[in-house]
Nanobody, 124 residues
């Protein structure tokens, strides 16, 4: 069992930065790939970024490449999403998720555990 708690969301102006954190409980955290997804009102949940179990590989949606980075700290059982050059279209609830079957990080259906989400609002 893995429990995930996101933090770091908030209101920021366009061009600004935020760092989201996802704290995980459970001794098997290091075995899971971790992903970030987001969902804007009236839209489907979409893939943002992912990192494999060791942290050696990262994946990004085209819409955030070059602006967002993802990292993990095994000692702290935490995954981070650094978001720079934020745009109003980045406004959404951001969710972190954990996946053991690391086949397709962009598919939310494959993830085993989800956090409750944190709101990110980017004003123009």
């Amino acid at each position: 069992q893995v429990q995930l708690v996101e933090s770091g969301g908030g209101l920021v102006q366009a061009g600004g930065s935020l760092r989201l954190s996802c704290a995980a409980s459970g001794r098997t955290f290091s075995s899971y790939g971790m992903g970030w997804f987001r969902q804007a009102p009236g839209k489907e949940r979409e893939f943002v970024a992912a990192i494999n179990w060791s942290g050696s590989r990262t994946y990004f949606a085209d819409s955030v490449k070059g602006r967002f980075t993802i990292s993990r700290d095994h000692d702290k059982n935490t995954v981070y999403l650094q978001m720079n050059s934020l745009k109003p279209e980045d406004t959404a609830v951001y969710y972190c998720a954990a996946v053991i079957r690391q086949i397709n990080y962009a598919s939310p259906a494959l993830y085993d555990y989800w956090g409750q989400g944190t709101q990110v609002t980017v004003s123009s």
